[in-house]
Structures are given as C-alpha cells and as structure tokens.
Nanobody, 124 residues
C-alpha cells in the first residue's frame, strides 16, 4: 500500500520561503515520477512541479518557475518542494502525488496515489 505523507506547510509572509516534504512508503519508487499539485479555494487542482526518481528530470508550471525547486532524497524516499519568493496567490492546499511511470507530466488524472495535503498560506 503506497502512502504519501506531506509536511512543512504553514503561514508565511509574502517574499518568504517554505519547504514541503513528502515521505513515500509502500513501494520501490525507482520507476515512479512524483508531482506536487495545489488547490486554492474555489479553484481547480493545478500542477506545480514534477520529478522522476530515476533521472531527476524536472518539470515546472510557468507560475512557479524560478521560485520553486523540486528534489528527491532517494535514501529517505522523500520528495521536497522548496518554495521561495512566495506570493499570496501561492496560497493553497499542496498535494504530493505519485505515478507508476517515470515520465514527468502535469495531468492529475495520470497520477495513481495522492497524499492528504498540507496547507500553505501566504499573507500580504
């Protein structure tokens, strides 16, 4: 049973930073890709960033490119999302997701497993 557990959310002022973590368990993830998505109040879930465990290929939404960095710690089976220069519009619940193929994609329905989410609130 795959489990994804996010942590690291919180309240931060605009311009600040947060690092989200996603601890993955229950599988060997070497052929998986991992993604971060977010859902703001009243909006659809949207793609933020993705990475694969095997080659470290990354893919970012335009809205976060240059501000957010996705990375993995293979020894800890953990995926990180470093978020810098945060803006009020980054406020959302952030979800970690895993897909059983190692291509990095931005479509939520192609991800097989999801965490419960962690709240990020950016004040102006």
């Amino acid at each position: 049973q795959v489990q994804l557990v996010e942590s690291g959310g919180g309240l931060v002022q605009a311009g600040g930073s947060l690092r989200l973590s996603c601890a993955a368990s229950g599988r060997t993830f070497s052929r998986y890709a991992m993604g971060w998505f977010r859902r703001a109040p009243g909006k659809e879930r949207e793609f933020v960033a993705a990475i694969n465990w095997s080659g470290g290929n990354t893919y970012y939404a335009d809205s976060v490119k240059g501000r957010f960095t996705i990375s993995t710690d293979n020894a800890k089976n953990t995926v990180y999302l470093q978020m810098n220069s945060l803006k009020p519009e980054d406020t959302a619940v952030y979800y970690c997701a895993a897909r059983r193929y190692d291509s990095v994609v931005d479509t939520p329905r192609t991800y097989d497993y999801w965490g419960q989410g962690t709240q990020v609130t950016v004040s102006s």
